[in-house]
């Protein structure tokens, strides 16, 4: 995984964190929603480039 890809899956995943946060304390479903939606795909771009650095060795 190049670090530059890890830094931008990591800040997805954040902002995601702060987005449902914040959509919780405000009782803001849909903020709540795109914020775990955000968390899910930096999970998923991390998987994603996990398997690629499986498969350059």
Do not use: I
């Not at 990591?10 to 914020?35: D, M, P, S």
């Not at 991390?46 to 650095?53: P, T």
């Amino acid at each position: 995984m190049s670090g530059e890809d890890k830094v931008k899956n990591v800040a997805e995943k954040a902002k995601g964190k702060v987005k449902e946060t914040a959509g919780k304390a405000v009782g803001n479903e849909r903020l709540t929603a795109e914020g775990k939606a955000d968390q899910a795909k930096g999970d998923l771009k991390q998987a994603g480039e996990k398997v690629k650095d499986v498969f350059k060795d």
